[in-house]
């Protein structure tokens, strides 16, 4: 769990800031980080499902205006992952526009 914190203090998120779909993938990585399994194929596959999953939740419409915005930055935040995971040559911008979406749209 130290790991866990050290990784999310880094991005100024705390445990309880995290979904319970976000918890489980977090917790699938440290897993297979401590397996020597994790692999950059991996890890867009973690990505690849979360955004199928909150793009599904932004499809439904019982939400109120601030449920609608946290779904879209969430969205937002896991196309920017799988974008970076896609392109090397623009990693580092994705990387800290990723990073800046994740704690803007906690506050």
Known sequence: MSMMNSILERIGLKYDDLSKEEEKTLHGWLEK???KELTVSSVRDYI???RRSVDEEVSKTSH???QDLFL???LRNYILLES???SQGKTKK????TIAGLVASRK
């Open 33 to 35: 980080l401590e397996g």
């Open 48 to 50: 690849i499902a979360m």
């Open 64 to 66: 109120n205006s601030k």
């Open 72 to 74: 879209k930055a969430r």
């Open 84 to 86: 970076f995971l896609d």
């Open 94 to 97: 994705m990387l800290e526009r």
